[in-house]
């Protein structure tokens, strides 16, 4: 099943506020802010006004800066806010007005959150990725996508090969490679993609991971930086693709390889 125009259409709009949410979970959760704070600027802590909320038109009318103190607001935020409204769009785009839907745009919002919360604290909260391991292994009870048991099974492989490859890094090297909140990430995403999900998730990231860092070794090794790979955040950016596109990659993967899927 696959949504119509309308359905499409408003999907995005309420993915753009929901985008507007995920702003403030991505920046207060890591800090210990609570979620129920009415909206306030970072920088004078004033309250915003309800019109200055407003999905990306409010920073393209503010130009950017906070309407009380001036603080430049980053273009992070609306771009936030528009992989929102893609994000909940393409899911009822691809799946309609259904639990599938609500599923995978659910799940795509943990990633970015998560994705985001790596990249700026190297971190990846219990209170999102433990929650959001049981709510996809409930989801999984009524959503077709994925069964129950693929679910379960998903959750622990994802998680324990990650936590095996963790352990042998720390046994061999003497110092931690990775950290936990990666392998409980894979329990989230195994929960939501099943076993076959999860696997995928963990190659396709290892490979992400895995060209960037090469290209950052070569770049910090001429300008002397220093910089610790968020192994998160490519585990998300890969969670998503498997989430939207997985059977199409596992089928093209089987064929490039003379194998039938």
Known sequence: MTGD???IGLAGVFGLLFGS??????????LGISLLRPSGCPGCEE?????????????????ARCANCGTKISLRYPLVELAGGLLLAASVAQWGLTVSAFSV???????????????DHRILPNVITLPGAVIGLALAFVDPRVAWLDSLIGGFLGGGLLYF???????????EG?????VKMMLLVGSFLGWQGALMTIFIGSLLGSVVGVALISLSSRKGWQ???PFGTFLAAAGILVAFRGTEIFQWYWATFGVAP
């Open 5 to 7: 125009a309308l359905s």
């Open 21 to 30: 949410f995920l702003n403030a979970v991505i920046y207060r959760v890591p």
């Open 47 to 63: 309250s915003i006004a309800w019109h200055h909320n407003v999905p990306v038109l409010a920073w393209i009318a503010l130009r």
């Open 105 to 119: 745009g659910l799940f795509s919002y943990l990633m970015l959150v998560l994705a985001l919360i790596d990249v």
């Open 165 to 175: 490859v963790a352990w042998g890094y720390l046994k061999l090297r003497g110092r």
């Open 178 to 182: 990775m950290g936990m909140g990666d």
């Open 227 to 229: 910089y610790a790979l």
